[in-house]
């Protein structure tokens, strides 16, 4: 199974919106709750930087529920709207249900995102979100781990976008994948969704 197979990729604006075939994602989510072969394929390990400068990896992680989302700090509408979303669920979850999930920002544009762009920046959405850059080599690894899409629409030095998927990725206290949140979602919906995968979980795990 490939990824590319799964997604229909529409370029808009400044960003790369992914569509998911609905009956490929109905197998997907098949393989999820069934077998771990759809957990092993998203996540793995990386080496980041976080946005007060220490070196972190995915086991720094580990011990709590994560929210993470792949994008750039200077991309003009999409991922200021998806980082809104998951703060917005984040609050939810932890008023409302008494869940407390960890929103994770990870740039895919380190050559403007050093540490205090991305501190500035995650700063604005939620005082509890984590903002992660590193080197390019860091930053590709890290997004080849969460098959995440990314690349420069032009070569302008500094005036660029990224396309880039835009993917949430529930991540389990192991920070094994449980499950993506696609840009479809609004507010409710996500909270709603993470909140029973989080339920189910605990229910399987007890
Ligand atoms: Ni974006």
Known sequence: MTWTSLLLLLVTGACL????????????EGVRQGESVGRAAIGGPFSLTNHEGR?????????????????????????PDELRKMAGAIEALE?????KVRPIFVSVDPERDGVEQVRDYVK????????????????????KQ???????TDDDKDNYLIDHSIIMYLMDPKMEFVKFF?????????????????LSWEEKTK
């Open 17 to 28: 919106i992914v569509y998911f075939n609905a009956e490929k994602k109905k197998r997907l």
């Open 95 to 99: 008023k409302k249900k008494g869940i």
């Open 55 to 79: 070196a972190v990896t995915e086991k720094d992680f580990v011990g709590m529920w994560n929210l993470l989302y792949f994008g750039f700090t200077f991309c003009p509408d999409i991922c």
């Open 146 to 152: 969460y098959r995440v899409y990314f690349m420069k």
């Open 124 to 143: 604005g959405f939620h005082p509890r979100m984590v903002g992660l850059t590193g080197s390019m080599d860091a930053v590709k690894a890290a997004a």
């Open 182 to 198: 696609g840009r479809n979602h609004t507010v409710d919906s996500l909270t709603d969704g993470i909140a029973e995968e989080i």
